[in-house]
């Protein structure tokens, strides 16, 4: 288990083959370390797993947790049982070097396992939302039925975009949130799904790949996007580095400036929202 506060740093590992969701509040942060253990140690997945949490927004605030007692914690995470253990009597290596003749086959196989380590992500969280009440999942949406525009985030700006949405609607604007909680291995299907009847879907990045077509997030998505039958536009608004704040009016901005766009966004367009020039 790792526990990632910062999206910058978060991104540049994002390919390191690891289990990645992400978190809103500090409840699901608790919720998702005992989750992260469930999973990870499963005999069917044995990956670790990176839950990220936005630095200064959730580690810097102060909120109401609900905790299990120990009990509750038990029946969720049975026993640990190593399949692998380190022994002075039983020596053997892991993460060893591969030489060219081994290392494409070395690489397929972690994807491979990595995908498969989906119906175990599933049965995590039904197992804990069953326990708990509380239950998630790889896609979530709000107000997205009739939407035209969808707002996309990751992180802590699902609340702050579902109160901004609330505001929008109430002004008769057909807006709606699609929030991405698990970031690997990635959930095409779900969200494909979830974002076929939008015009226009507004991502949120905060992180930038410098010299690139803007945030990390907004390029997976366009690619997951391409070569559907009804693609909607994506534009990229990258915001909130470091913790900046990111406001309901914010979210409002981002919409209004979206809707006033006369052309069609290309890929490598975007903007870094609110930066001082």
């Not at 990632?4 to 991104?11: L, T």
């Not at 196989?109 to 995590?124: H, N, R, S, V, Y």
Request: glycine fraction near 8%; charged fraction near 25%.
């Amino acid at each position: 288990l790792s526990i990632w506060n910062d999206h910058s740093d978060v991104m540049s590992i994002r390919d390191c083959g690891w289990i990645q969701v992400f978190v809103e509040n500090g409840q699901e942060t608790f919720d998702h370390v005992l989750w992260a253990f469930r999973v990870g140690e499963d005999h069917k997945v044995l990956h670790p797993v990176i839950v990220n949490m936005d630095g200064f927004l959730l580690t810097h605030t102060i909120e109401p947790v609900e905790l299990l007692d120990q009990e509750t914690v038990n029946r969720f995470l049975p026993p640990y049982e190593p399949v692998f253990r380190l022994h002075p009597d039983k020596p053997l290596t892991m993460g060893c070097f591969a030489m060219p003749g081994l290392f494409t086959e070395a690489k397929k196989a972690q994807d491979e396992a990595l995908k498969t380590t989906m119906p175990m992500i599933l049965k995590g969280w039904k197992e804990f939302g069953d326990l708990t009440g509380r239950y998630y999942r790889p896609i979530e949406e709000y107000e997205t039925e009739d939407a035209e525009v969808l707002l996309i985030t990751m992180g802590s700006f699902g609340e702050t975009a579902s109160a901004a949405v609330d505001m929008m609607r109430a002004k008769g604007k057909a807006v709606g949130v699609i929030k991405i909680r698990l970031w690997r291995p990635f959930p095409f299907e779900a969200f494909r799904k979830a974002a076929k009847k939008a015009k226009t879907l507004i991502v949120i990045d905060r992180a930038t790949s410098y010299g690139g077509p803007g945030g990390p997030v907004a390029s997976e998505l366009r690619a997951a996007l391409y070569g559907e039958k009804q693609q909607p536009a994506v534009v990229n608004f990258i915001a909130g580095l470091a913790g900046r704040d990111v406001g309901t009016r914010d979210f409002e901005e981002m919409v209004d400036q979206t809707l006033k766009r006369k052309k069609r966004a290309r890929q490598e367009d975007y903007q870094i929202y609110g930066v001082r020039e």
